[in-house]
């Protein structure tokens, strides 16, 4: 018997002496109705007290720091809608994902968007070769807002006159002689 008496395999009893692991984890920046924004995997940085880890993080109230596996950027969880374990989620491919018994789309955030505070939408992108969804700013309210106001006509006011669009410069011209 030259196995440590720490492998589950063949000592089972002894697995409780082994220390818990956090999870890897999918960083989510944005859940909506039906689709997932999606960072990609990240595990929780620093050294956690796990058991308190794993209950944040089962709560999703985890912050702390994590860092992203395929950058290794350290990041802020309060920058993510959510962190579920790779456990939690069933993948259907690049593209499909199922969580808590609904279907998503997934629509990959890219990395320079990661630390963005604002809404996303979606965009129709190559992924490896295949379409897909990729994530980009929402401005669709910044662009509503823009056209909804009115622009007044402008006045540029003198101690003496006020130009407006609809009149003439030459009027102005004459009416600035005058006042001097």
């Given at each position: 018997m030259s196995q440590s008496l720490t492998q589950s395999?063949?000592?089972?009893?002894?697995?409780?002496?082994?220390?818990?692991?956090l999870p890897t984890l999918w960083a989510i920046k944005q859940i909506d109705d039906h689709v997932l924004h999606?960072?990609?995997?990240?595990?929780?940085?620093?050294?956690?007290?796990?058991?308190?880890?794993?209950?944040?993080?089962?709560?999703?109230?985890?912050?702390?720091?994590i860092r992203m596996l395929n950058s290794g950027l350290i990041l802020n969880a309060g920058l993510f809608e959510a962190l579920i374990p790779l456990a939690d989620i069933e993948s259907g491919g690049l593209?499909?994902?199922?969580?808590?018994?609904?279907?998503f789309q997934v629509s990959w955030v890219p990395q320079k968007m990661?630390?963005?505070?604002?809404?996303f939408t979606t965009e129709p992108v190559m992924i490896n070769g295949e379409?897909?969804?990729?994530?980009?700013?929402?401005?669709?309210a910044i662009r509503s807002k823009a056209s909804?106001?009115?622009?007044?006509?402008?006045?540029?006011?003198?101690?003496?006159?006020?130009?407006?669009?609809?009149?003439s410069p030459e009027q102005h011209s004459e009416q600035w002689r005058k006042s001097k």
């Open positions: 395999s063949s000592y089972p009893m002894f697995d409780w002496l082994k220390p818990a692991k999606l960072c990609g995997k990240a595990q929780v940085e620093g050294n956690p007290r796990v058991r308190e880890t794993l209950v944040a993080l089962e709560r999703e109230q985890f912050r702390g720091p593209d499909h994902a199922r969580w808590k018994g609904k279907h990661w630390t963005y505070t604002g809404r379409p897909g969804l990729g994530s980009v700013e929402d401005v669709s909804r106001t009115e622009q007044p006509p402008a006045t540029i006011i003198n101690s003496t006159f006020s130009l407006t669009p609809k009149d």
